[in-house]
């Protein structure tokens, strides 16, 4: 069953901005990175998720429900951060997360039980009766975070879950919602401008420029091997490269590496003789591994790489 599904989605915003451009994409059960620059439609996207927002065109459906006809459904099966602050200053974490947990449709007691379970996973139960105002920024998108999870969603959507952190808060939030998504089995989406930061996580990644997509693949995929091997030597790169080219091997250099196509089966054997008939120390012999912000870097390299 997919997580989110949807079909030639298309949103304009006052019959001008076009947010969402005839967006087709299917997103399998995992930790899934949905990144594009500011701009991009992220939001936008969140926001029909939830049945926030009509499409202008199209069609969305959330753990197979359809958020424009059932926004209710939707919203009992699914948790939501938001990417700005919007939270009381004058509550406790504790008294935010059970009134979210009552508005999610829990009785009393029982949103007052998974308030404190949510406030724990998130690593906030110790200061959950203190005032939310008085919380560091890290802190409040924990409670953000808890409040998404309060009524045991099957799906979370993150908008920017890192948002105004710093590096080790940023790390710290990751691996909480790393955490999250595989030892609760709960399906995430995390939205983010930094595709750098979410890759580590997610098992896919959905990207979108423009409202439009520029690539959807699972992570194995996108870190495939490719066809060119790539050598280190510790001294000697330029004899190497220049003996590589005499063996009529096509060799490119990149910072300390020579990158040579494999393009037949004796190419690895030649790369190894020739440094051994040079006596060069090899450091390293591998075959390249996909860069994933090499692919996500324009649409020629999506379609090349595609
Ligand atoms: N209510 C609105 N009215 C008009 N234009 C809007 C509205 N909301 C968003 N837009 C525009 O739609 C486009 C997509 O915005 P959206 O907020 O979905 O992108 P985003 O990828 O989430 O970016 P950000 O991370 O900056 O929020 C942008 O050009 C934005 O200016």
Do not use: W
Not at 187 to 196: E, F, I, K, P, Q
């Amino acid at each position: 069953m997919t997580v989110l599904a949807t079909q030639s989605l298309t949103k304009t915003y006052g019959g001008r901005v076009t947010a969402l451009a005839d967006l087709t994409v299917a997103v399998e059960p995992g930790i899934v990175g949905l990144v594009g620059a500011n701009g991009a439609g992220k939001s936008t996207f969140i926001k029909i998720m939830l049945g926030l927002l009509p499409p202008t065109s199209g069609s969305a459906r959330v753990l197979g429900i359809d958020p424009v006809t059932d926004p209710a459904a939707v919203r009992t099966r699914v948790g939501y951060m938001p990417e700005h602050d919007c939270l009381p200053p004058d509550l406790s974490a504790a008294e935010f997360v059970t009134h979210m947990g009552r508005i999610g449709g829990l009785p009393k007691t029982a949103a007052r039980e998974r308030a404190s379970e949510a406030l724990r996973h998130v690593g906030l139960y110790e200061e959950r009766y203190r005032q939310i105002g008085g919380y560091s920024t890290g802190m409040k998108q924990r409670v953000k975070l808890a409040q998404a999870l309060v009524h045991d969603p099957d799906l979370l959507l993150l908008d920017e879950p890192t948002n105004g952190l710093d590096p080790a808060g940023r790390e710290a939030m990751l691996t909480l919602i790393h955490r999250i998504g595989t030892e609760f089995g709960i399906s995430v989406v995390v939205c983010s401008h930094l595709l750098g930061e979410v890759e580590r996580i997610c098992d896919a990644l959905v990207a979108i420029e423009g409202g439009r997509l520029l690539r959807s693949a699972n992570m194995a995929t996108m870190t495939s091997a490719t066809d060119v091997l790539s050598i280190e030597v510790s001294e000697g790169t330029e004899e190497l490269a220049a003996r590589l080219t005499e063996l009529r091997l096509r060799v490119s250099r990149e910072g300390r590496l020579l990158l040579v196509p494999l393009e037949a089966e004796q190419t690895y054997d030649l790369i190894l003789t020739a440094v051994a008939d040079l006596d060069l120390p090899l450091h390293r012999l591998d075959q390249r591994r996909h860069r994933v912000a090499e692919l996500f870097a324009s649409k020629e390299a999506a379609s090349v790489n595609g």
